[in-house]
């Protein structure tokens, strides 16, 4: 039902496609998708998370009210280009080739990617993976590339939600999926039988930041307020809220 009504409300926001912040609206519309604790995920049918919470006191700092549209992660970012979606929250990594294209944000929490597998297999190291399934979220840039030059005989599997990833893995389905490594602790830590291994190797992003169209005024509007809240303690505050303990400055690209 949440994925029909989600599915309804994205329809919804085609027909008021660019009627986002840029064009005076009361609310500000962030595309995520859902899947991703503790950044954004549903507790008891509502959503809740570390970006949900960061970018709902950004829209309140700007005079607006954030509205939420759940979707498949490999449509985020032509929501965003379309204009159905104002930004894109979802756990989303920053790099140099998406710099070139889309507005983004300060980095505010690094990105450090890790393998998951199901016991009683093990890895140990990448070299493991040759030939085996390795399954990640579809529309993640530099991932394809990754492998391709580090595992260039591993199996890629594309999944849209890591849920889906993470019960493929469960199944014997797949060899091991590629996630960050706080998203996978919180995995791991609720199906007994997961653990993560942290390569030294896989790098793809400088860290997770918010991500606008190219030259939109909202980007520089969130690089403020995130600003402020760094200066003033909030956003580590923040942090902890959701067990995001890692002090960590804001990196301004």
């Not at 500000?28 to 954004?40: K, M």
């Not at 993470?166 to 706080?182: N, R, T, W, Y």
């Amino acid at each position: 039902m949440r994925k029909y009504i989600c599915g309804l409300i994205f329809a919804l926001s085609v027909f008021c496609g660019g009627c986002g912040s840029e064009n005076g609206s009361e609310t500000i519309r962030f595309g995520t998708c859902a899947d991703y604790p503790p950044f954004e995920y549903y507790k008891n049918g509502v959503l809740v998370g570390f970006e949900v919470d960061l970018v709902k006191i950004i829209a309140e700092r700007l005079g607006k009210k954030a509205v939420f549209e759940d979707m498949a992660f490999s449509t985020l970012l032509t929501s965003l280009n379309n204009g159905f979606i104002d930004a894109v929250i979802s756990g989303y990594g920053s790099s140099q080739e998406k710099r070139e294209k889309y507005g983004i944000t300060f980095v505010y929490y690094p990105e450090k990617l890790v393998f998951v597998y199901k016991e009683p297999n093990s890895i140990t190291s990448k070299d493991q993976l040759a030939r085996k399934k390795v399954a990640y979220q579809l529309g993640i840039p530099g991932m394809k590339k990754w492998l391709r030059e580090n595992i260039p005989d591993a199996e890629p599997v594309l999944m849209d939600r890591m849920e889906l990833a993470v019960e493929s893995l469960k199944a014997g389905h797949v060899d091991c999926i590629i996630i960050d490594e706080f998203v996978a602790n919180v995995f791991c830590e609720k199906n007994p039988g997961l653990k993560c291994f942290v390569p030294d190797c896989l790098k793809i992003s400088d860290g997770l930041a918010i991500v606008t169209r190219k030259n939109a005024s909202l980007k520089e509007e969130i690089n403020k307020i995130l600003k402020t809240l760094e200066t003033t303690g909030e956003l580590q505050k923040l942090k902890e809220k959701w067990g995001l303990k890692e002090k960590w400055k804001l990196l301004e690209k």
